[in-house]
């Protein structure tokens, strides 16, 4: 025996304690089953070669799995809220658009308007102009407020509804129910 | 444990494609759950998630390795069916052992999950995963060395 293979012999010796008192990594226990699944196993370890064969078996097919089905949940995820933030930003800017056709209109729709500010009459639509819109921007937020909620409860539903694929809808109700 | 079983039984059917052993999958894991319940911690959402895989998984790789052999007439004496009748008899002796046990071994060598990762599904600590995936081998390597009888 030369040097190198008893020095992997050792090596091999401590990985094996280090399994069995359940403190190796998971590096480390791959290390082991695939010297143990290869050919030049140390005639003093030969002892251990079924075992460590049949720990390495029950690994094998498991692991291309988990990272299958975490990958495949991840790129759901990452579609189910690229979709509700194109809903979200589609509904608002569609809002802000309608705020900016209406200020123009603004001045035809309330010429004659007043404010009576300190007892006094002000009928100068330039004046009472802001107040007016201060007045109207007020009640559009609150508006939208109510209305962001709704979109946000009802952008869940509408993503649901348009996966057509069962299993996919499934498993995107699990996510959003987690 | 009686919110959660839809989602376990949904979870199951996805693996084996079998509503009745989807079921009969989930019993087995509310089971497990049960003899342990001293032990744990709420939620146990994940852990019954976890549980429920392994024990799909586990599942299906003894159908494979139920219905691998080709023949059934002449006796397979090649290296591969020996290999498959070591991996058979080893989880019969997993299947035997205490629940805590076997659910850390399942979780570690069956899903490949980190220690840490298993400490924090079963809500305890590493050093109790460590000890009990310790004796859950020694106990394997132990009756697999008798004759593997559990």
């Known amino acids: 025996m030369n040097k190198n293979s008893g020095y992997e012999h050792e090596k091999t010796k401590e990985l094996i304690e280090k399994f069995f008192d359940g403190n190796t990594s998971l590096t480390e226990e791959r290390q082991l089953y695939r010297y143990f699944n290869g050919r030049n196993v140390d005639t003093g370890l030969e002892q251990y070669r079924d075992i460590f064969v049949c720990f390495g078996n029950m690994a094998e097919d498991c692991h291309d799995t988990s990272k299958q089905t975490r990958t495949t949940v991840i790129r759901m995820l990452f579609r189910t809220v690229a979709a509700a933030a194109a809903v979200i930003l589609t509904v608002i800017g569609i809002a802000r658009l309608e705020k900016d056709d209406g200020k123009t209109k603004l001045a035809s729709i309330y010429s004659g308007s007043y404010v009576i500010k300190n007892g006094k009459r002000i009928d100068n639509l330039k004046d009472i102009q802001p107040i007016i819109e201060q007045t109207l921007d007020d009640a559009e937020h609150i508006e939208r407020m109510a209305g962001e909620q709704n979109v946000i409860n009802t952008a869940e539903q509408e993503i649901l509804d348009n996966i057509h694929d069962k299993y996919n809808r499934e498993r995107i109700i699990q996510l959003l129910n987690n | ?150």
């Open chain 2, 1 to 150: 444990m009686v919110r959660i079983r839809p989602r376990l039984i949904a979870q199951a059917q996805r693996y084996l494609n079998d509503a009745d052993a989807a079921e009969d999958t989930v019993q087995d894991v509310m089971l497990k759950l049960w003899t342990i319940r001293n032990d744990l911690k709420v939620p146990a959402d994940n852990l019954a998630m976890t549980v429920t895989r392994n024990m799909c998984i586990s599942s299906l790789r003894c159908k494979k390795l139920q219905y691998g052999t080709a023949d059934g007439d002449t006796a397979d004496t090649s290296p591969e069916a020996d290999t498959q009748e070591h991996i058979r008899r080893m989880m019969d002796i997993v299947d035997s052992l205490p629940t805590m046990q076997q659910l850390i071994l399942r979780m570690r060598h069956i899903q490949g999950i980190d220690i840490h990762e298993i400490a924090d599904i079963m809500h305890t600590n590493e050093a109790n995963v460590r000890k009990n995936l310790s004796r859950a081998r020694q106990s394997v390597r132990d009756k697999f060395r008798k004759g593997g009888t559990p």
